[in-house]
């Protein structure tokens, strides 16, 4: 079956401007995570989402980002006012409950010109 | 908080040889992971393991858990080049976060 789609798989933008990320999970997966990575790194956590709800957005940097699943499958991570540093890769991953496996899509490679 | 350790952190060998990567974690947990990452791709999830003395092998790559002394072990045996990738640990945080170590980059030479 289908894994977990991430669109765009490349993203370059200017400092300043706003970008939304998306992630497709794994059909009739309830949990769905975004992280982060660095380079060298491992994963940042940044939100979990249970069903349409952010169960847990302790790993959000700051107030510019920002992330939604209305209708608790197709989920979108917002950035504002890009900065240099958010430059990263951004993954999304779902499991079926919010235990167990993660399966995660291939990223977004996000550069902050 | 917890945190995640893994050693080492960059590792070549050669083909047909033995080695360990441990992961060493700071607090309780019921669930470990590892997983794989090739240059440029994505995460794959190569073993769970969810109990004292949990066991869990596959092909030339063997996972083990020791809940008391909060240590996991990757072993690859016979060492083979299509084995190079960088390997990550990662251990339930008991809030459905995974806290994840820094990664062991694995070069394996012809």
């Known amino acids: 079956g289908a894994g977990v789609s991430q669109t765009p798989s490349n993203k370059v933008t200017e400092k300043g401007k706003y970008v939304e990320l998306r992630c497709d999970p794994i059909s009739g997966h309830t949990a769905l995570y975004w992280y982060r990575q660095s380079l060298g790194q491992g994963p940042e956590f940044l939100i979990y989402f249970q069903g349409t709800g952010a169960a847990d957005d302790s790993g959000l940097p700051n107030d510019r980002f920002f992330a939604v699943r209305p209708e608790g499958s197709v989920s979108t991570l917002k950035i504002q006012r890009t900065e240099r540093g958010d430059s990263a890769v951004y993954l999304c991953a779902s499991s079926l409950r919010g235990w167990g496996t993660q399966y995660f899509g291939p990223g977004t490679r996000l550069l902050v010109l | 908080e917890l945190k995640v350790e893994q050693n080492p952190l960059f590792l070549s060998m050669q083909e047909g040889k033995n080695y360990t990567i441990y992961c060493n974690y700071s607090t309780t947990s019921d669930r470990l992971y590892w997983y794989r990452q090739d240059p440029g791709k994505s995460l794959e999830s190569l073993f769970v393991l969810l109990s004292n003395g949990a066991v869990k092998q596959e092909g030339r790559l063997m996972a083990s858990l020791d809940t008391k002394a909060r240590l996991s072990t990757l072993h690859i045996t016979a060492a083979v080049h299509d084995l190079s990738a960088t390997y990550f640990c990662?251990?339930?945080?008991?809030?459905?976060?995974?806290?994840w170590g820094a990664g062991t980059k694995l070069i394996i030479k012809p």
């Open positions: 990662a251990v339930d945080d008991s809030n459905y976060q995974l806290i």
